[in-house]
Structures are given as structure tokens and as C-alpha cells.
């Protein structure tokens, strides 16, 4: 019989003991943890936060409503549970923990034969001076949100402040704005929300879609400091110069790896902060493992270490590492955790935000060289009754076509392409595999071709036939002409509309219906780029204009209905139309 302690009880803390126990019924397991409760879950405290759920206890529970506790974890899976309890220190070379009771201050000594460190994540606190106020908090535990949770059902907060535009500060505009109506303030560094994720241009869709009124979008914007001022309000004070005086202050400025304890026993880390861990989950210390936020594991496609703090990951990790313990194998292979793709999703409002892999700026501060394609298509047929837009930029290596990321977001189906493409980055593949991908097609829940097939179709299109999918980012420094395909009636009628061009362009209105009977009012030598609603029509133009003979021809990816959804590139043209 073996001795294993688990030091942590959350996500890949509780996923190893419950695994273990079934595993193998006759090891002794202890799961230690330093907080009130077990098996909490995290991603639920925003929906906490704005009313949709009303107990804490809900994010503790299981499907059939048993609440995950010490007693739970003792009858049910044959673990003991010690919490409220800290373990200070980690002796490998004698398998010893020194723990404390936070409770009473006792000291004892735990031995083990196995040990797991899940210790999680920690905030990241803000490098500009804050008081410590109930009113000036982070988002990472159930302590940070019951004050908040409380204040607002009193109708305490008027008006709000997030510090980040990562997941966390975009989950918590929705909760804040949504359900209780507070005035909502997000800063972020950056030029762009979610820029871990997205490149500017699904970002800018992303901006451009939450809804106006009671929120404030602040983007590269930084904070100097927080003060109270002298009737208890937080004042947020920016570098320009600004102020803010507001009822609440949250700064999400992500997370990192908590693992000073395993760094202090030798354990290696990386250059994130967390502990390194093989494909079993086994860290540089004898018989200790690791799992969840507090590791650092292998990019799928860069190969290289990478840190991800992500609840899916976390409890598979834990799988594994139980596996590993026990000494489990498939077909005379050990079970392993091969890394990760960075897969993630978010709803924000009425859209869905997916993406895998890089972005196109992350690839190439890594030295990549890149091709991109950007595009927008239904997610069923159109002429079903509730499609919906999707928009897309796939990113790649332009030497070999490998895959290196995907960008989705839409009111209508995309975390099942984000899912698939994850697995096609996991297995190297190029964009050719994406013309050969297969799907179930229905009308009520896909189109005949997926926007997966498209990037593949369009960036096969752009690099061994040189048809260019420009971004809307491109637009601002086009010179040349601007030939617009869409048919006269849509132009009239239409909602969306050229933005703000350079006076080098020359704008011309040919209907893809006309443009092989008018090709001889185009200039051959000029650069052309090709627009329409959504950038298929824009594309055939491109192709037609290329097999005539022009030689710098492009097409707007994702069309003037991504170009108007952008808020940096709205405005419209003020110059007519050459017909």
C-alpha cells in the first residue's frame, strides 16, 4: 500500500485523488488544502457574480446535487481531506511535509511515499500602488466576489472599473453590465481586448459588438494608481493625466503559476514560473508529480514549454498523473499528457470567441514567417432562417504551410471548428489538410462547406496562386484601385459602406455581373483590390482580374462587413463612386 498526498484540492488536485482511489482501492490518499472548501469551480464565479447563479455552493456540486466536501471525499471516494491546512515545506529527500493548521497554528509532519503538487495559480497584482480596500479586489476566489456580489444586490455600485482586457476582465463586463446595470469602465493596455488570443482584427470585431451605453472601453490606456479619496470612493488616476471616480475597483491581470513551495524544494521551473513536468506529469523531484495551473507544459506547436491555466487542462492532467502513480498502461505505453494547442472559448454578449494555437503577432516574435487569411460566412446556409456570421483569420507558415493558429468569433456555431482545428495542431498537419477535412452536414446546424475548408481553400488560394486576402488593416495605407463588385441596388440599399481610404485610391463600381465586359476601364499596371459584402464575391474578381493579366491584385477578407465592424476603421467615404 502506498502513501500519496495531494497538496491542493481543486480542479487537477481532486481529479488525481479521484482517479487514484478507483485506481487503486488500498493506497492511502490525503488531499490537503489550504482554503475552506474542495473541488471548487472557478470558471463559474463571473456567472456568481452576475446573479445567474445564486449559491456559491453550486460551484461545489456535483450534477446530482451532492455537494464535493470532506465528507464527500471520504465515503464516497475513500480520501481524507485535510483543509484549511498549509504546507510550508517539501523535503525530497526525506518525503516529509511540514504542514500548519490555519485554524489553530499546530505544526506536524506528514510523510509519503508519492506526492502531487496542484497547488494552482495566483493573481497577478498590480505594479502601480493600491490601497488595500474591500473595494479594490482581484478575481480569483470566492472571497474577491461575495463582497462585490453583496454590495451590488444592496444597490452599492453605481459604476465600476475593470483593470484588463484578458478573459477574466471580459467575462466580468458582461456580469457587471448585464444583470445588476452598473456603469462599467474596462482599461487595457494594449490596443486591442483578448490580445493574447486574437489579432486585431476579430479583436476589433469583438470590441465593436459589446453593447454601447453603460460601458466604456479604454484600450491602451495604463493606470498610474488607485486612492481612496475622502468619502471612501476608489479614484483610479491614468497616465494621461485622467481620473476615474468609481463605487468598485477589479484588476484581472491574469494569472501565474503558484508554485514557489515546489520551486523551494528543488522542484525545476521554467521560465513562466511553474513547475516542469513530463509527459506523465512527473517533476524533476523522485516520486513527486504535478499537475494543473501551477505547471508549465509543451506548446503543440511550437514545441516548446508553455504555461496555460485553463480548468480543462488542469483535470486531465490530473488523469494522468493518477494514472502515472499507479502505473497504468495502454497496449505496454505509459498514459501521458502530450501539451497543448491553447485551445480556448469565451461568450461575451451574444457572440462566441474561439481560438487555437498562435496569433499571427505571437508567431512572429517567435521567429515565424506568416501567411494569414481572413474570412466571413454563415454558419448554416443562407437561406436557412437563423444563420449567423461567422468571422475568421487563419494563421500559418508560409514555407511549409503548417497550421499555426485560428482566430473564430460569431452569434452563431464555432467552438466546434476551434475543437477540430486543436486536433490538427496537435498533429502538425498544413492547410491542405483543411480542404480535406470532413464534416457532418445538416442545414440546421452546418453548411456544406466549413469555414475550415474555406482558409484551407483561400490560403492554398493565396499562396501557390497568388490570390492576396488583404486585412482590413490593410486598407488605411491601398493605393490603387478600389473596385467594388457588389451590384448597384446593394450598394444603394446597403448597410455597410467603404471606409476611410487614402487619396491615392481610385474607387471604382463594377458588379461581378459586368467586370468581363468592363475590364478595359481598369488600368492593368495599378494595383487592384477587390471588395463585396462578405469577400466571396471579391475573390472571383481577384481570380478573373489575375487569368486577364493584371498583375497586383487582391481581395478583402472577410469583406466590408468585417471592415465596418472594426472600430479603427470605421467612417465612411466621403468621395462618389466612379461608375
Not at 476579430?202 to 468619502?231: C, D, H
Not at 493558429?405 to 486536433?423: C, I, P
Amino acid at each position: 500500500m502506498k502513501n500519496v498526498i495531494i497538496i491542493g484540492g481543486m480542479a487537477a488536485g481532486c481529479k488525481t485523488a479521484a482517479r487514484l482511489s478507483r485506481l487503486c482501492p488500498d493506497y492511502q490518499i490525503t488531499l490537503i488544502e489550504k482554503s475552506p472548501f474542495i473541488s471548487f469551480s472557478s470558471c463559474g464565479l463571473p456567472l456568481y457574480a452576475s446573479g445567474e447563479i445564486n449559491d456559491l455552493s453550486e460551484l461545489n456540486k456535483t450534477p446530482y446535487g451532492a455537494v464535493r466536501d470532506k465528507k464527500y471525499f471520504s465515503q464516497v471516494k475513500g480520501v481524507k481531506v485535510l483543509t484549511e491546512t498549509e504546507v510550508n515545506e517539501i523535503n525530497a529527500d526525506k518525503k516529509e511535509l511540514t504542514c500548519r493548521s490555519i485554524q489553530n497554528g499546530d505544526v506536524f509532519k506528514l510523510n509519503y511515499d508519492c506526492l502531487v503538487i496542484a497547488t494552482g495559480s495566483e493573481t497577478i497584482k498590480p505594479g502601480f500602488p493600491f490601497p488595500a480596500s474591500p473595494l479594490v479586489s482581484s478575481f480569483h476566489s470566492p472571497a474577491d466576489v461575495k463582497y462585490f456580489r453583496q454590495s451590488a444586490q444592496k444597490g452599492e455600485i453605481e459604476k465600476a472599473v475593470i483593470i484588463g482586457g484578458g478573459f477574466i476582465g471580459c467575462e466580468m463586463l458582461e456580469a457587471l453590465s448585464s444583470l445588476w446595470g452598473i456603469e462599467t469602465v474596462l482599461i487595457e493596455s494594449k490596443a486591442s481586448l483578448l490580445s493574447s488570443v486574437l489579432d486585431s482584427e476579430i479583436s476589433g470585431y469583438v470590441e465593436n459588438e459589446i453593447p454601447a451605453g453603460k460601458i466604456q472601453l479604454m484600450l491602451s490606456t495604463t493606470v498610474k494608481k488607485i486612492e481612496i479619496n475622502s468619502i471612501g470612493a476608489p479614484v483610479v488616476y491614468l497616465d494621461n493625466g485622467k481620473e476615474i471616480i468609481t463605487d468598485f475597483v477589479f484588476y484581472c491581470l491574469g494569472v501565474k503559476p503558484d508554485a514557489g513551495l515546489a520551486k523551494a524544494s528543488g522542484a525545476a521551473c521554467g521560465m513562466y514560473g511553474g513547475i516542469l513536468v513530463d509527459e506523465q506529469m512527473r517533476t524533476s523531484l523522485p516520486d513527486v508529480w504535478a499537475a494543473g495551473d501551477c505547471v508549465e507544459i509543451k506548446n503543440l506547436v511550437t514545441g516548446r514549454y508553455d504555461y496555460f491555466s485553463f480548468g480543462s487542462l488542469s483535470n486531465r492532467m490530473g488523469r494522468v498523473a493518477a494514472d502515472s502513480i499507479a502505473g497504468l498502461s495502454y497496449g505496454g505505453n505509459n498514459i501521458s499528457f502530450n501539451g497543448s494547442a491553447g485551445s480556448i472559448s469565451l461568450k461575451l454578449f451574444d457572440n462566441i470567441i474561439c481560438a487555437a494555437g498562435l496569433t499571427e503577432a505571437r508567431a512572429g516574435r517567435l521567429g515565424y514567417e506568416t501567411g494569414s487569411v481572413i474570412g466571413c460566412w454563415y454558419d448554416r446556409p443562407d437561406y436557412y432562417p437563423e444563420a449567423k456570421n461567422i468571422f475568421g483569420k487563419l494563421v500559418y507558415e508560409k514555407r511549409t504551410l503548417k497550421l499555426l493558429g485560428l482566430q473564430l468569433s460569431g452569434e452563431g456555431e464555432v467552438t466546434r471548428y476551434a475543437d477540430v482545428f486543436s486536433e490538427l495542431l496537435s498533429q502538425n498537419k498544413n492547410v491542405e489538410d483543411l480542404m480535406n477535412l470532413e464534416h457532418g452536414y445538416t442545414p440546421a446546424h452546418s453548411s456544406p462547406l466549413s469555414p475550415l475548408n474555406y482558409l484551407g481553400y483561400m490560403a492554398v488560394n493565396q499562396e501557390t496562386d497568388g490570390v492576396k486576402n488583404c486585412s482590413p488593416a490593410m486598407l488605411s495605407s491601398f493605393n490603387g484601385s478600389l473596385i467594388d463588385v457588389r451590384e448597384p441596388v446593394e450598394v444603394e440599399a446597403a448597410t455597410v459602406d467603404l471606409p476611410a481610404l487614402s487619396s491615392g485610391v481610385r474607387i471604382i463600381q463594377v458588379p461581378l455581373s459586368q467586370l468581363r465586359l468592363r475590364l478595359n476601364e481598369l488600368d492593368l499596371n495599378k494595383p487592384a483590390m477587390c471588395v463585396c459584402e462578405r469577400g466571396t464575391r471579391a475573390y472571383e474578381a481577384a481570380r478573373l482580374l489575375m487569368n486577364k493579366g493584371f498583375k497586383n491584385v487582391s481581395y478583402l477578407g472577410g469583406g466590408l462587413l468585417l471592415c465596418n465592424k472594426i472600430n479603427k476603421f470605421s467612417g465612411f467615404m466621403e468621395k462618389s463612386y466612379e461608375r
